[in-house]
């Protein structure tokens, strides 16, 4: 997979009110990179994990569907 030239524009979900115990996404990158970098709210400069598109994707379906419940 080639690493994104363009630098990710980070973001937290609007639903996300839960003292920064979350992920932030930089879907900026989607459409010029084909990947939806995603990182640990709380620890910014560590690791990302680069999501193909579709696989994103197919996770946010799943959440909004109640796919993965608890």
Same mark, same amino acid.
């Given at each position: 997979?080639?690493? %994104?030239?363009? $630098?990710?524009?980070?973001?937290?979900?609007?639903?996300?009110? +839960?003292?920064?115990?979350?992920?932030?996404? #930089? #879907? +900026?990158? #989607? $459409?010029?990179?084909?990947?939806?970098?995603?990182?640990? $709210?709380? +620890? %910014?400069?560590?690791?990302?994990?680069?999501? %193909?598109?579709?696989? !994103?994707?197919? !996770?946010?379906? &799943?959440?909004?569907?109640?796919?993965?419940? &608890?």
């Amino acid at each position: 997979m080639t690493l %994104p030239t363009e $630098s990710p524009r980070w973001f937290t979900s609007s639903y996300s009110n +839960n003292g920064g115990a979350c992920v932030e996404v #930089a #879907a +900026n990158l #989607a $459409s010029t990179q084909g990947v939806v970098p995603v990182r640990d $709210s709380k +620890n %910014p400069g560590g690791p990302t994990l680069n999501l %193909p598109t579709d696989t !994103f994707r197919t !996770f946010v379906a &799943g959440v909004r569907t109640g796919t993965f419940t &608890g």
